[in-house]
T-cell receptor, first 116, second 111 residues
Framework: NAGVTQTPKFQVLKTGQSMTLQCAQD?????MSWYRQDPGMGLRLIHY???????DQGEVPNGYNVSRSTTEDFPLRLLSAAPSQTSVYFC????FGTGDSGNTIYFGEGSWLTVV | SQQGEEDPQALSIQEGENATMNCSYK?????LQWYRQNSGRGLVHLIL?????REKHSGRLRVTLDTSKKSSSLLITASRAADTASYFC???????????FGTGTRLKVLA
């Protein structure tokens, strides 16, 4: 059971380039989300999804696109990278079961993105 | 703006001492969760407390929730060097799945 898998682990982009951060989970979780983490800012929610075909904006959605064509995958697309998007990105998922385990959010190990 | 705000921002204690960190939030919630993040790693779930609970224990962890003050505290007893990490609270507005995390408390336990 791999849990939440993110790729790539590290990426350097030039300003204006586009790229996709991949996220996959094998726990059949309906809820998936993307956060970015900057020093002193905690985690900020970018986009989230409550099921295939359903996405919604979080706190900081500008400059990012998402889609959810399958339950397993939730890619995050940077349309035109900017230095302000230099950050660590985390993908997360949870199921909708009852009980404490049903409410637990599982995180990937992070993707370090630098935009120069 | 952040739904959850932790304080203190940083905490340094000696091994064996207790560590207390606090979280404040802004709206009605169904539950509040605490997570731990080791440097350079993803977050790991520690404990969940529901809005109708006032206190919950798990091993060396004790969580309290005061919904009237919209605040929670996490107590780690008999801390160890391995507890050195950042700790975050997470909440979602009642009826939503928009989980918002606070800015975290950086705990350093000195051996």
């Amino acid at each position: 059971n791999a849990g939440v898998t993110q790729t790539p682990k590290f990426q350097v982009l030039k300003t204006g380039q586009s790229m996709t951060l991949q996220c996959a989970q094998d726990m059949n979780h309906e809820y998936m989300s993307w956060y970015r983490q900057d020093p002193g800012m905690g985690l900020r929610l970018i986009h989230y999804s409550v099921g295939a075909g359903i996405t919604d904006q979080g706190e900081v959605p500008n400059g990012y696109n998402v889609s959810r064509s399958t339950t397993e995958d939730f890619p995050l697309r940077l349309l035109s990278a900017a230095p302000s998007q230099t950050s660590v990105y985390f993908c997360a998922s949870r199921g909708f079961g009852t009980g404490d385990s049903g409410n637990t959010i599982y995180f990937g190990e992070g993707s370090w993105l630098t935009v120069v | 703006s952040q739904q959850g705000e932790e304080d203190p921002q940083a905490l340094s204690i000696q091994e064996g001492e207790n560590a207390t960190m606090n979280c404040s939030y802004k709206t009605s919630i169904n539950n509040l969760q605490w997570y731990r993040q080791n440097s350079g790693r993803g977050l790991v779930h520690l404990i969940l407390i529901r809005s109708n609970e006032r206190e919950k224990h798990s091993g060396r962890l004790r969580v309290t929730l005061d919904t009237s003050k919209k605040s929670s505290s996490l107590l780690i007893t008999a801390s160890r060097a391995a507890d050195t990490a950042s700790y975050f609270c997470a909440t979602a507005n009642s009826g939503t799945y928009k989980y918002i995390f606070g800015t975290g408390t950086r705990l350093k336990v000195l051996a």
